[in-house]
């Protein structure tokens, strides 16, 4: 039987990111779950080799008006406490961060990060990051790395992008799961959001993506390989 990865969407649309084909071409068999559309998160025993929370719209900081966030929190935090693998991507790494004690919060200044920023390691990345990379945001929040964790990796504009806590639970602050055509259907669907502080215009992000989507795809690949080892 092959080995089950958990995934935790909060979906608009289609499930075709990068990050399942690959862990597919892995040969790994994939389970969803969607507690915004009232899927229950399966028991902590259920033996998952890992498990990925994907971004969304929502915010950790809706807990009381959208109980399934709630539960999200709760139920990563039991999950990393237990020594589970995890890796939360936007949303899914601020949810990681909360459920430790972080906080969430919107940047100082009003800015957004959409677009491509680079990103660089720290003394503590120990081969997650192993140089400065651009990479692909969407978001206008950010995380607190908790006081249990490690700083991976850091940005210009929201300073914290990636942790570490314990050795097998990860939080991303970007997006290396989107390709050219997941970020064209979210500029297509949230173009809006183009015009905020921060935001960069879609001819920015489609020659962004032409210069560097393919490094982040290869890091990707790499990472889920020792995440998953």
């Known amino acids: 039987m092959k080995p089950t990865i958990l995934l935790i969407d909060h979906p608009v649309g289609r499930r075709d990111d990068r990050a399942s084909a690959q862990l597919q071409e892995m040969g790994y068999a994939l389970e969803w779950c969607s507690p915004g559309r ?8 259920s033996g998952y080799a890992g498990v990925i929370c994907y ?16 539960e999200e929190i709760d139920w990563i935090g039991h999950w990393a406490e237990d020594g589970g693998r995890y890796f939360g991507i936007c949303l899914g790494s601020q949810l990681l961060a909360r459920a430790l004690g972080g906080r969430v919060t919107r940047h100082e200044e009003g800015l957004h990060e959409i677009g491509y920023v680079k990103i660089e390691p720290t003394a503590a990345s120990n081969g997650f990051l192993g140089r400065p990379m651009h990479v692909y945001h969407w978001h206008n929040e950010g995380f607190e790395v908790p006081a249990s964790a490690e700083l991976l990796a850091s940005g210009p504009v929201f300073p914290n992008q ?19 055509a997941v970020m064209l259907r979210w500029m297509q669907e949230a173009g809006h959001m183009l015009a905020e502080p921060g935001a960069q215009s879609s001819a920015e992000q489609l020659a962004g993506c032409a210069r560097y989507d393919a490094e982040m795809a290869a890091w990707l690949r790499q990472f889920l390989i020792r995440w998953l080892a």
């Open 38 to 45: 009232g899927d229950k998160l399966p028991p902590l025993s």
């Open 55 to 70: 971004g969304g719209a929502e915010s950790v900081n809706e807990a009381e008006s959208k109980p399934y966030i709630r």
């Open 162 to 180: 990636a942790f570490r806590y314990r050795d097998k639970a990860y939080g991303i602050q970007f997006h290396p799961e989107v390709s050219r």
